[in-house]
């Protein structure tokens, strides 16, 4: 089980994207707004607010009384910690960033059909350069199914062999060649192994939609979004007991990605822990129940 702990992506570590931030106007305080009108903040937060009042000139849109945060921006949305939330362009998405020494970057929730990371440092030039196709072959298990199948892809996905050089610039780019790409959330960060995954580790997911049956029995169905969850049993050196507790005290309340095992999208969670516990049984090997509940 490895954990890569984020950076905060700011203006400064944001260089470019392809992705216009253009979804609405921007905010203007002498400017007067009808009730539902929306404008972005393009600056420091790039979030979306919608009116709550008509005649609504010169409110700060922190003030909840007029206005309502809807959202991230669109170019934003891949960093405000939604997964649900997917960033999205026709054909490609491309961020560039400027993040310093980072060893792993994970992306979630995402609609494409490859990713390309490049890590450039001024120096020593390309030290990084690889493409990962996200056809996924897990629903074919014989000839009729090779033929008839729908093409499936992976949705998440954790590269955890970037190599950190602090001065270096990242291009990510998410491609859906004729389509539309879209991510849900892009996190890079430094990367910690807290002990190795046992067999039988246990997947699923918490449904938030809503399901009611009418006086008649016909369903009404409110699709909403839903998180991962996993649970799974780890074992660890003991001189390393003292570390990992250390860790999951210190990010008890931050999200964190969590690789359970790196081939398998599934066991690829971005949230918190709810609860784990480390079992001493020997003068080698400890033990430790983990479980992980994702964010929607």
């Given at each position: 089980?490895?954990?890569?702990?984020?950076?905060?992506?700011?203006?400064?570590?944001?260089?470019?994207?392809?992705?216009?931030?253009?979804?609405?106007?921007?905010?203007?305080?002498?400017?007067?707004?009808?009730?539902?009108?929306?404008?972005?903040?393009?600056?420091?937060?790039?979030?979306?607010?919608?009116?709550?009042?008509?005649?609504?000139?010169?409110?700060?849109?922190?003030?909840?009384?007029?206005?309502?945060?809807?959202?991230?921006?669109?170019?934003?949305?891949?960093?405000?910690?939604?997964?649900?939330?997917q960033t999205?362009?026709?054909?490609?998405?491309?961020?560039?960033?400027?993040?310093?020494?980072?060893?792993?970057?994970a992306l979630?929730?995402?609609?494409?059909?490859?990713?390309?990371i490049t890590?450039?440092?001024?120096?020593?030039?390309?030290?990084?350069?690889?493409?990962?196709?996200?056809?996924?072959?897990?629903?074919?298990?014989?000839?009729?199914?090779?033929?008839?199948?729908?093409?499936?892809?992976?949705?998440?996905?954790?590269?955890?062999?970037?190599?950190?050089?602090?001065?270096?610039?990242?291009?990510?780019?998410?491609?859906?060649?004729?389509?539309?790409?879209?991510?849900?959330?892009?996190?890079?960060?430094?990367?910690?192994?807290?002990?190795?995954?046992?067999?039988?580790?246990?997947?699923?997911?918490?449904?938030?939609?809503?399901?009611?049956?009418?006086?008649?029995?016909?369903?009404?169905?409110?699709?909403?979004?839903?998180?991962?969850?996993?649970?799974?049993?780890?074992?660890?050196?003991?001189?390393?007991?003292?570390?990992?507790?250390?860790?999951?005290?210190?990010?008890?309340?931050?999200?964190?990605?969590?690789?359970?095992?790196?081939?398998?999208?599934?066991?690829?969670?971005?949230?918190?822990?709810?609860?784990?516990?480390?079992?001493?049984?020997?003068?080698?090997?400890?033990?430790?129940?983990?479980?992980?509940?994702?964010?929607?």
């Amino acid at each position: 089980m490895k954990i890569i702990r984020p950076t905060t992506i700011t203006d400064a570590i944001l260089t470019s994207s392809t992705v216009a931030e253009t979804d609405y106007a921007a905010y203007n305080a002498a400017t007067t707004y009808a009730l539902g009108d929306r404008v972005i903040v393009t600056t420091g937060v790039h979030k979306i607010y919608e009116s709550l009042q008509a005649g609504n000139v010169g409110h700060a849109v922190t003030d909840d009384s007029w206005w309502l945060e809807i959202s991230a921006t669109n170019r934003w949305k891949v960093f405000d910690g939604k997964i649900a939330d997917q960033t999205s362009n026709a054909t490609s998405i491309n961020y560039v960033l400027a993040p310093g020494a980072i060893d792993a970057i994970a992306l979630l929730n995402m609609d494409a059909t490859s990713v390309q990371i490049t890590l450039t440092d001024p120096t020593y030039g390309v030290v990084y350069d690889q493409t990962i196709d996200l056809v996924s072959t897990s629903n074919v298990v014989d000839g009729y199914t090779y033929f008839f199948e729908p093409i499936t892809r992976r949705t998440a996905l954790a590269l955890l062999d970037i190599p950190p050089y602090s001065a270096a610039s990242g291009s990510i780019t998410i491609a859906n060649t004729g389509g539309t790409a879209k991510v849900g959330e892009i996190v890079l960060g430094r990367q910690s192994d807290i002990g190795e995954t046992e067999y039988g580790p246990s997947i699923g997911i918490i449904d938030y939609s809503k399901k009611e049956a009418d006086t008649f029995g016909n369903y009404i169905v409110l699709e909403r979004a839903y998180s991962k969850r996993i649970s799974c049993q780890l074992f660890l050196l003991n001189g390393k007991v003292d570390e990992v507790v250390r860790q999951l005290e210190l990010y008890r309340a931050t999200p964190l990605v969590w690789v359970a095992a790196e081939d398998f999208s599934s066991l690829i969670v971005y949230g918190f822990y709810k609860s784990f516990d480390i079992v001493i049984p020997g003068p080698t090997v400890s033990n430790c129940s983990l479980e992980i509940e994702g964010l929607t």
